[in-house]
């Protein structure tokens, strides 16, 4: 266990004991939000990142070790095990490299060497590999001619030897690592067109070539997919001379000698036909393994800025949902949520009803006192803007319109939760629903919807999506537990993801709501069924009760460090009841800023890190933290495609961040591309270091391309 704890505290550049102390922690059942929330000096302050990645290893190492015992075993069974061979195992910290060592000793299907070994001439194999006979090899191989078994005469009894001392070099797990690591440094990626005169999408890779060593993992992806999709032939070029080269200064002792040959030739032999397609199958399986992971990352990343989007308080919000032929369907949402009106609209084409869809969307607007449109991105989204922007120019007041993304909106209409929230709407309509609220809460909305329909980050098809799902379900859990959840209007979609609830518990918490009306405080969750003391320790802190019996309870103050913030009030001379006073807030800001956090946390007898935690939440009961991030740019004006020049300065929203840069939205039909290069003046080794999902940044126009709709964008703008 403590080669493990050493093994992760290396990888993540942390202490060997924030390792051992975190991993008792997971080993207790505590998850990883209430951990990074609430457990900070035992873990010396590890972020919510850091413990996912350190669970993930921890996970792996396990597997790992299990899979040691289990090699250890099989090998042992065979009588094969030896002190050596042992040791080799255990030091072992790679999967791939653990599958080498016992390769060997894998149960084979019928093979040229084992039908070989069946006519008995493994001890003739030993005999040319050690190359230590004086005789001819002719004159010993006479020795194993055996009709009855198929070896007729001295050339059949060498080709079997042979045929067993390719298929053990192939087997070699050090000759195996050492031919990865040429490859590793060396090898190139190629790629061709199966039909050169085929358009697709892959056109940069019908001739093309790069090393394996530098390749970014959004070309492995594509290439990938290329291929998949038969648009590509795939192969890697690997350093075959210098790979001969070393095998044979590694088997052959005297080339002078009669075993030269021979072993020369069955070197060759094995490296063409066991080692190099199988070790092109490793490498193309790590390659991919290491793109989808980084590719996770992105994705994960991107969807967590994504959700944690500053919500729209305060406002009656029209949904958008922009369409040709079927008409654009309207949704009025008040400012909690509820759904007032719905009506379909057909300003675009081929109706072109502009003036029909206005007199429909002025009454709305009218009737609900509307303060903001959400449009959808979707197909029609542009022409639908330029409406709204000509429709809001003739209305009095401040009404503005926003484009919000739609991804997976269609797949949330069509869910059963959809079906359940509005069993009376039709499926067409509960689109514009999602859009409205999207905008005015993207956290509680967007966790209806799988993760991987949220539309960003990259090839989000193509990698494991199993991976995929258990990452972006820890990203969700993460964002959800950093905002908080109103216990008395969430969904059970929002509190399935609160640190210790489960769908069933969620679902168990809203019955209970409804038929016991508002929970006034925290401790009320355990009457809930099934949420017993383990559940409530762990989500209790992430539970906001507003109105209730206690002020604390909408804060992430945890009900075990209630004490402690009840003793710092005091010694303050404020009380709890302060914290829902306006008047009285404001003074208990500035006296918390004044606090010597080492001397009162010696005081109060905690931990500096938890009444540091404290403090903030005092200082600003019961505010949502993504309050502090850029609001979404609100339009009352259309730019069109034609209206770029180069050179023009423009604001815009960061939709997708990949590995190559940045898609940003500035109004026109196509987001526009910052590349890597682009982002800043320095180098850039990861666009995530720059910008964000959600970000507002300023760009200049640098490259329009007409005819492809595209626009290059520079982030490089003289301040």
Do not use: W
């Amino acid at each position: 266990m403590d080669k493990i704890f050493k093994k992760i505290a290396e990888e993540l550049n942390i202490r060997d004991t924030q390792v051992e102390a975190t991993v008792k922690l997971i080993d207790e059942g505590n998850t990883i939000p209430f951990i990074a929330r609430y457990r900070k000096e035992v873990t010396g302050n590890l972020s919510d990142e850091v413990l996912r990645d350190l669970d993930e290893r921890l996970t792996y190492l396990r597997n790992l070790e299990n899979r040691k015992e289990e090699i250890i075993r099989l090998i042992d069974e065979q009588g094969k095990l030896t002190d050596e061979l042992t040791i080799k195992i255990a030091s072992t910290m790679v999967l791939s490299e653990l599958e080498d060592i016992y390769r060997p000793f894998r149960p084979k299907k019928r093979t040229r060497a084992t039908i070989a070994k069946e006519k008995g001439l493994e001890p003739l194999a030993n005999i040319i590999y050690l190359q230590l006979e004086k005789r001819d090899l002719y004159e010993v191989a006479k020795e194993y001619i055996n009709e009855e078994k198929g070896v007729e005469n001295e050339n059949d009894a060498i080709q079997g030897a042979l045929d067993i001392i390719a298929e053990n070099i192939a087997d070699d797990a050090d000759y195996r690592k050492k031919i990865k690591s040429f490859c590793f440094r060396e090898a190139v990626i190629t790629s061709k067109a199966v039909d050169e005169e085929k358009k697709s999408p892959y056109e940069m890779y019908y001739d093309f070539k790069e090393g394996i060593l530098k390749i970014p993992s959004h070309r492995i992806l594509a290439i990938n997919r290329g291929e998949k999709e038969e648009f590509l032939k795939v192969k890697i070029e690997k350093p075959d001379d210098k790979i001969l080269d070393y095998l044979k200064k590694q088997i052959i002792r005297d080339y002078k000698s009669q075993f030269n040959e021979p072993l020369s030739n069955v070197i060759e032999d094995s490296y063409k036909r066991l080692i190099e397609p199988s070790i092109e199958r490793e490498i193309r399986s790590d390659l991919t393994e290491r793109s989808e992971e980084k590719a996770i990352k992105v994705f994960g990343k991107n969807a967590k800025q994504l959700l944690l989007q500053p919500p729209i308080k305060e406002m009656t919000v029209m949904g958008f949902d922009p369409a040709y032929r079927t008409g654009c369907k309207i949704a009025v949402i008040d400012k909690t949520g509820k759904l007032l009106d719905t009506a379909t609209v057909y300003p675009t084409e081929p109706q072109n009803d502009t003036e029909g869809a206005k007199n429909t969307l002025k009454a709305l607007i009218l009737k609900h006192n509307v303060n903001m449109i959400a449009i959808g991105n979707g197909t029609a989204s542009r022409e639908s803007e330029t409406f709204v922007s000509n429709m809001i120019k003739e209305i009095t007041g401040n009404i503005y319109y926003a484009i919000v993304s739609e991804a997976g909106a269609s797949v949330y209409s069509a869910s059963k939760l959809a079906t359940e929230e509005y069993p009376d709407i039709n499926v067409s309509l509960r689109g514009a629903i999602s859009i409205a609220r999207r905008l005015q809460d993207p956290l509680s909305e967007l966790v209806k919807i799988d993760p991987k329909a949220i539309g960003v980050g990259q090839y989000q098809h193509d990698v494991d999506q199993k991976k995929l799902s258990e990452s972006l379900t820890g990203v969700v859990e993460d964002a959800v537990n950093s905002v908080g959840v109103d216990v008395n209007t969430a969904t059970p979609s929002l509190l399935s993801y609160v640190s210790g609830i489960n769908g069933t518990i969620a679902k168990n918490i809203v019955k209970y709501r409804d038929e016991n009306g508002e929970i006034k405080q925290r401790k009320d969750l355990l009457k809930v069924p099934k949420l017993g003391p383990t559940a409530y320790k762990q989500c209790a802190g992430f539970i906001r009760i507003f109105n209730g019996k206690n002020p604390l309870e909408g804060t992430a103050v945890h009900p075990e460090s209630y004490e402690v913030a009840e003793k710092l009030l005091t010694k303050l001379g404020y009380s709890v009841e302060n914290l829902t006073q306006k008047d009285k807030v404001e003074s208990l800001k500035n006296d918390l800023n004044k606090i010597d956090i080492p001397k009162m946390a010696e005081e109060l007898d905690v931990g500096s890190l938890t009444l540091k935690d404290i403090i903030e939440e005092l200082s600003k009961p019961g505010r949502d933290p993504r309050e502090d991030l850029p609001k979404p740019i609100l339009r009352s004006d259309v730019l069109k495609f034609d209206d770029l020049q180069e050179g023009m300065e423009l604001t815009g929203t960061v939709r997708n961040v990949i590995d190559f840069g940045a898609f940003v939205d500035i109004g026109v039909k196509h987001d526009g591309l910052v590349h890597i290069s682009e982002m800043a003046d320095k180098y850039v080794r990861n666009p995530s270091e720059i910008v964000s999902v959600g970000d507002i940044v300023k760009v200049k126009v640098i490259g329009i391309d007409r005819e492809k709709q595209k626009v290059s964008l520079s982030m490089k703008i003289n301040k």
